[in-house]
């Protein structure tokens, strides 16, 4: 009775594969990890909480099997401050960056979210924490030209002298190389002034070349 069963089953498998029906294993659509996920997407506080409150739990910080954004992304994309402070509170770590290298603290700055980017730094995020190509918030942010992101990184004590993989340059060369960014420049220039360990001066140059 039982291989009569199993043979019926695999039969109507077979019939869902052939229709073009695509059934998701049931351990990938009901983990706990996938409906956390689901929940904090679809804004649901009360659902989140169930999985949260569970003694010794790291479910806050699972992470999404194809773009290994973790709740904390996922808040970050939506600008959402309360649920990012939520999950934060719940132990969210914001150094935990997805496939593509990419930290919430880089989300925030990427997005312009400089109440996010504020939000991650109190909780210690690292502030010069690198994705795969070498590339800080602070470079970030001095791509896009963006003063306020630029200001509370340097608050937060980011070295504007670190240097990517990419093209080898650091967010304080960006910012002199872009015509449009001298206000940018002008004050990392006025941070290094007023904090002497940023200054270029003091920086290891060996290997790079003759430095000014």
């Known amino acids: 009775m039982n291989k009569k069963l199993v043979l019926i ?35 649901k506080g009360d659902e989140a909480e169930k999985f949260l409150s569970e003694p010794g739990t790291v479910i806050v910080n699972t992470r999404d099997s194809t773009t290994g954004e973790t709740a904390l992304h996922i808040v970050i994309q939506r600008r959402d401050s309360t649920w990012l402070s939520y999950l934060l509170q719940k132990g969210g770590n914001p150094g935990l960056a997805d496939k593509k290298g990419t930290t919430p603290l880089m989300l925030a700055t990427q997005l312009g979210y400089v109440e996010g980017i504020e939000t991650l730094l109190g909780k210690k995020a690292q502030v010069d924490q690198t994705n795969r190509s070498g590339e800080t918030a602070l470079i970030l942010a001095v791509q896009l030209r963006n003063i306020e992101a630029v200001r509370t990184l ?47 001066a003091e920086l290891d140059f060996s290997g790079i070349g003759d430095s000014k």
């Open 9 to 43: 089953a695999a039969a109507a498998a077979m019939l869902s594969i052939s229709a073009g029906i695509f059934v998701p294993a049931a351990h990938a659509q009901f983990s706990d990890s996938y409906n956390f996920l689901k929940a904090v997407k679809e804004r």
């Open 154 to 200: 340097l608050k937060a004590g980011a070295n504007p002298d670190k240097k990517d993989s990419r093209a080898g340059y650091s967010a304080r060369e960006y910012a002199q190389q872009d015509g449009r960014a001298s206000a940018i420049f002008s004050m990392i220039e006025n941070h290094s002034k007023a904090d002497p360990s940023k200054k270029p």
